[in-house]
Nanobody, 126 residues
Framework: QVELVASGGGLVQAGDSLTLSCTTS????????LGWFRQAPGKERTIVSA????????YYDNSVEGRFTISRDNSKSTLYLQMTSLKPEDTAVYYC???????????????????WGQGTQVTVSS
């Protein structure tokens, strides 16, 4: 079981950058794929990005490709999401999540994420 806590959200202007962090207390952090999801008001939660346990595979939603970068530091049990060129449509609560099964080699929107952390609000003003 991986327990996750996301942080780093805030209120920024369009075009600004922001880095989210997700820390864990679970013992299996280094062996599972991790992902960032977001949920805007009145909308479903959708995947933003994901990274395999060894960082060799990453996935980005088309809406953030080229602007966001996912990374992880297994020695610090921390997941990151660097967000640049932020847009008002990026406004949402951002969540981090861990895959149910270890050692997923290739991450995708179909990766089975099962452990969710508390979210952090990102608000981008125009």
């Amino acid at each position: 079981q991986v327990e996750l806590v996301a942080s780093g959200g805030g209120l920024v202007q369009a075009g600004d950058s922001l880095t989210l962090s997700c820390t864990t207390s679970g013992r299996t952090f280094g062996s599972v794929a991790l992902g960032w999801f977001r949920q805007a008001p009145g909308k479903e939660r959708t995947i933003v990005s994901a990274i395999s346990w060894n960082s060799r595979s990453t996935y980005y939603d088309n809406s953030v490709e080229g602007r966001f970068t996912i990374s992880r530091d297994n020695s610090k049990s921390t997941l990151y999401l660097q967000m640049t060129s932020l847009k008002p449509e990026d406004t949402a609560v951002y969540y981090c999540a861990a895959a149910r099964r270890p050692h997923t080699a290739v991450v995708s929107p179909n990766t089975d994420f099962g452990s969710w952390g508390q979210g952090t609000q990102v608000t981008v003003s125009s």
